[in-house]
């Protein structure tokens, strides 16, 4: 079976050592940058950092989780320190009952 | 932050009490700085206490809804200008003010509140309340010293809770046993004072305050005022042993900023 060789996209007197995985162009060493094990070109490597910071700046989903909880929760929780608040005093009473003053 | 620690200071090392010595220190060097943001910020608690111990000693239970209420709606006050408190702090270490409070409040209020419901429910379970006492302090020093998610934040301070909890236990081994000896220490203080100085150096007659003494108002008087001075040291403390945590995870050095501290000191 006969080999097909590529060239670079930017470069077409040299041959592609590798194909980038975000944009599919071939990429000679020159172009090539591996990041975590993986080939991307110039252009590859921008649209990845662009995806990343768009990851970074709104919310993760387990961001948003985490504050729908505290929403729904932090009545509850300040019920429940209400209600703490309440017994200990009952309790308190309770235990001076014996006193005279 | 990210100041790196001089060369002859490595980092990781050192006692666990040293923050808590920074601490007393910070006191006592910034006292007029920072007890004026304490008082403001236990006001309203100061007067749930009060109406509380009203309410105890004259066996009222009608009044106990409305002063459990004061005292729940205290809270997030006290709270937030405990955030500002520690904030103040911070930036006595860092050498540079931390993010603003406003930007973090709504997630210290809620941390707080989670770790005040681990302190107070807790109590039958040991291990909620260590862990309350110490995400509740941590919670304005960690939210106001990096920009990231605030979700993160947190889960990253529970998580060096959970690294550091031979450390963390020294620590509220040493308060607990500093604290029942002040306790002890003004029990005694009180009635030696009452039944002997005044009486025989002074010549005060002390009968009636010897009855007033025996009295439930008193005790829960002391122990209330007792309870803020410590919990004024615990909010400075917190960030000292913060920052002590941090560095270990970190490799800056708190020592050197303590040292820095004490000789601008005046």
């Not at chain 1, 768009?54 to 929780?77: C, F, I, K």
């Not at chain 2, 111990?53 to 004259?58: K, N, P, Q, R, S």
């Not at chain 2, 302190?119 to 379970?125: E, K, N, R, V, Y």
């Not at chain 2, 829960?220 to 002590?244: Q, R």
């Amino acid at each position: 079976m006969a080999r097909i060789q590529r060239h670079c996209q930017q470069h077409p007197d040299r041959q592609a050592i590798g194909v980038c995985v975000i944009t599919g162009e071939s990429i000679c060493a020159e172009c090539s940058t591996r990041y975590e094990g993986v080939n991307y070109s110039k252009r590859g490597l921008e649209i990845l950092k662009a995806r990343r910071a768009a990851q970074h700046d709104g919310p993760g989903r387990g961001e948003r989780v985490g504050r729908a909880l505290a929403l729904l929760l932090s009545p509850l929780l300040l019920l429940a320190l209400f209600v703490f608040f309440r017994l200990g005093l009952t309790l308190l009473i309770d235990l001076s009952q014996g006193e005279v003053l | 932050m990210s100041e790196a620690s001089p060369p002859w200071l490595p980092a990781g090392r050192g006692s666990a009490l040293e923050p808590l010595d920074g601490a007393l220190e910070l006191m006592r060097t910034r006292l007029s700085t920072l007890l004026p943001i304490y008082v403001l910020a236990v006001v309203p608690l100061a007067a749930g206490g009060w109406l509380a111990i009203d309410a105890v000693t004259a066996r009222d239970r009608a009044a106990l809804v409305l002063v459990s209420a004061v005292l729940t709606l205290a809270l997030p006050w006290r709270w937030a200008w405990l955030a500002v408190l520690q904030r103040r702090v911070q930036a006595e270490l860092r050498g540079q003010p931390p993010l603003p409070v406003s930007h973090r409040l709504p997630a210290i209020l809620i941390a707080r509140l989670v770790a005040a419901f681990m302190l107070t429910w807790g109590i039958p379970l040991m291990v909620l309340p260590f862990w309350g006492i110490f995400f509740g302090g941590f919670a304005a020093p960690a939210l106001l010293e990096r920009d990231r998610r605030a979700m993160s934040e947190l889960v990253q301070t529970l998580r060096w809770i959970g690294g550091a909890v031979g450390r963390l236990m020294r620590i509220a081994l040493t308060l607990s046993i500093a604290g029942l000896v002040g306790l002890l220490a003004g029990v005694v203080l009180q009635v030696f004072l009452i039944q002997t100085i005044l009486p025989s150096l002074l010549g005060i007659d002390t009968t009636g305050l010897l009855l007033t003494m025996q009295s439930t108002a008193w005790w829960m008087g002391f122990a209330f005022l007792f309870f803020l001075v410590f919990d004024f040291y615990w909010s400075i403390a917190a960030v000292t042993v913060f920052y002590d945590i941090q560095s270990r995870r970190l490799g800056s050095d708190l020592r050197w900023r303590l040292a820095r501290l004490r000789e601008a000191a005046p």
